[in-house]
């Protein structure tokens, strides 16, 4: 076995951020799917005020993330990338049953995977602004004709819909993948406290074309 | 029901001095009534058979002795209508209190907050004519825009001046800036909402089944009492079913009402739509509106399927339904009054008529909650043709979007076991 380190791995703003999306998802989810009459729970017109809310809460906080991720260097994290990306698929579709270790193991100059890199980067770049894009269009319904859209509101709400579907098996996904660590709730308890225990690895074969990038103070184990 | 043939009864209120039969004459200013809507004395009465006239000496109708005006008094007490005046007769349309619309009976004549914020009496107290304002006695706000029928000369074509809605006060943003009811007011009339039942104090008539009447007792007439202190059943006029808090129906409505006629043809298998709400989703004009139907059942003449003038009311005359209880002489007298043609046979058609709600305006906390409409079996469950959240979904998205969820389920779960398995071993 290799030795283990625990390093610093999620500084504050990256856990604050990360909980506060759970809490928006969870709740947009479910007034979301309330609005479009899926059951009913706290009303259609408490779901209404709490989506709406939510949905701008979440706009300032995505303003935030994009602001820390630029000027952090934090997006480089999300730098996509094919190198591995057949391993680390091969290692979820057999190599763990097979007591294998990660190819692609975590450490201070790598948070994600390449395969958590595509997917927490399609999730930024495409699936929140495409989201907060159609719940906008959607809210402002009535003010079409000023932009110049000639839909019916049915089309709106079938691309939003279709949106919280993609956040739900995300969700169904992610809340999965996370109990893959060394313990069922390593890396939950990592995101809570910031400190990720990581095996001492050797550099990544792709990490040297990342540009360098002081890795954060590691403490000994 | 038709007034031609019964104009004595029925033009106690439908309208002016003597309009007895079809020889009165609409343009003389001498047959308006100035005092039923100007009187202040509260004593000025016409008499209920009276077409239209007070009496000249006491005379009993009902067990109710009318007396006639002391004119002196009545003369001086002249002023504006206060809400008693237009209720004498609106309040009462159809032969009784809360008759024919659920939203006007005498509940109104010094209603509270609850019932209507602008007429409370505490309040605001508006008069009708707060609203209903007038010009050289051309009254505004009726919702009757085009004439029943469009090649005569209407009754009320004088009275076709602006009408006035909500908006007129209240803009046609009248919420707070920013909240989403003011995103409806293009599509959504104000009463919708604002008027959550009607007939919140007083019961209103929902259905008249003229085919029971006539039945008698012992040889008589007789009447039967029912809930709310109302006749649920009488000799004259049949069966009768009344309601309190009665939910209104929703239409798409833009302020135009279509009467079928006692020339049109009816189909006598379905119920008849003596009028029909113009109105559609795509028309600009038209906006989601409350109803009361006021269902029943009517004779109609089964031989040319048309609906049956019917001769009710005479003080003589045997052919009169109220004296002779015959339908076939009250028809055929009806049919000959208005001088169309009976086929001799009749019977009895449901019929469903249009009363459009606007009055007894709730306090705002009242008003409807949004899932009232917004949901699957709300109040507009049955209006076609646009998307409603909350109402509406897209059945394949939402199969697809399950299925999806549902397979990432079971393949997480089916993964997690088997990386159970796997490890133990």
């Known amino acids: ?221 | 029901m038709n007034i031609q043939g019964n104009e004595p009864r029925c033009t106690s209120c439908h309208a002016g001095y003597g309009w007895k039969d079809a020889s009165f004459d609409f343009t003389s200013e001498r047959n308006v009534d100035c005092l039923v809507c100007h009187d202040q004395t509260g004593t000025y009465k016409k008499f209920p058979t009276g077409a239209g006239h007070p009496v000249s000496e006491p005379k009993k109708f009902m067990g109710k002795t009318f007396k006639p005006p002391d004119w002196n008094k009545v003369a001086q007490s002249v002023g504006r209508p206060t809400r008693k005046n237009c209720g004498t007769c609106h309040f009462y349309g159809g032969g009784g209190d809360g008759v024919k619309h659920g939203d006007l009976d005498s509940s109104l004549l010094t209603p509270d907050e609850q019932l209507d914020v602008h007429m409370d009496a505490e309040g605001p107290d508006f008069t009708c004519i707060r609203c209903h304002t007038t010009k050289s006695h051309k009254i505004a706000g009726r919702c009757y825009k085009k004439p029943a029928a469009k090649e005569l000369k209407s009754l009320i074509e004088d009275d076709l001046i602006e009408r006035i809605t909500c908006v007129s006060c209240h803009t046609e943003k009248p919420h707070e800036p920013g909240d989403k009811a003011n995103d409806h007011t293009d599509k959504v009339a104000c009463q919708s909402c604002h008027i959550p039942t009607f007939a919140r104090r007083l019961p209103t008539k929902m259905w008249w089944d003229w085919s029971t009447a006539g039945r008698k007792k012992d040889g008589k007439p007789y009447a039967v009492h029912g809930d709310y202190g109302k006749h649920t059943y009488h000799t004259k006029k049949g069966d009768f079913v009344w309601a309190k808090n009665v939910v209104p129906h929703y239409f798409w409505f833009n302020g135009t009402l279509e009467y079928t006629l006692l020339t049109d043809k009816i189909d006598p298998s379905k119920p008849v739509k003596l009028n029909r709400v113009v109105g559609s989703r795509d028309d600009p004009r038209s906006r989601i509106y409350p109803f009361k139907k006021h269902r029943g059942k009517q004779p109609y003449d089964s031989a040319n399927n048309t609906m049956a003038a019917i001769h009710l009311f005479s003080p003589k005359e045997e052919s009169a339904y109220w004296g002779s209880y015959d339908w076939k002489k009250a028809i055929a007298s009806g049919m000959e009054f208005v001088g169309l043609s009976y086929g001799g046979e009749y019977g009895f058609v449901e019929t469903e008529y249009h009363f459009p709600i606007t009055h007894m305006v709730a306090p705002k906390e009242n008003r409807l909650s949004c899932d009232e409409c917004h949901s699957r079996d709300g109040r507009l469950a049955t209006l076609a043709g646009f998307y409603m959240p909350g109402r509406d979904q897209h059945a394949w998205l939402d199969l697809i979007g399950w299925i999806g969820v549902a397979v990432s389920l079971v393949a997480v779960i089916l993964h997690g076991t088997v990386r159970k398995i796997t490890k133990k071993e």
């Open chain 1, 1 to 221: 076995m290799p030795a283990k380190n625990i390093i610093y791995l999620y500084p504050r703003f990256e856990r604050f951020w990360h909980w506060a999306q759970t809490l928006l998802i969870l709740v947009l989810l479910i007034t979301g799917f309330e609005i479009h009459g899926t059951y009913s729970l706290l009303g259609f017109e408490t779901a209404f005020t709490v989506h709406n809310f939510a949905a701008w809460a979440w706009l300032i906080l995505y303003v935030f993330i994009v602001f820390w991720m630029v000027t952090t260097g934090e997006w480089r994290h999300y730098i996509p990338t094919y190198r591995k990306l057949y391993d680390v698929s091969c290692y979820y579709a057999y190599g763990i049953f097979r007591g294998e270790s990660h190819p692609v193991p975590k450490s201070a100059r790598i948070k994600h995977n390449p395969l958590q890199r595509l997917t927490y980067l399609s999730i930024v770049s495409i699936l929140v602004p495409y989201q907060m894009v159609t719940g906008f269009l959607y809210y402002y319904y009535n003010s079409w004709p000023e932009m110049g859209l000639d839909w019916q509101l049915g089309t709106i709400t079938f691309l939003h819909t279709a949106g919280a579907f993609a956040f739900l098996i995300f969700l169904v996904v992610h809340l999965y993948m996370i109990t893959t660590g060394p313990t069922m709730l390593a890396h939950t308890r990592a995101m809570f406290t910031g400190w990720e225990e990581v095996e001492d690895v050797a550099a990544c074969e792709w990490e040297d074309k990342s540009p360098k990038r002081e890795a954060p103070a590691t403490p000994t184990s």
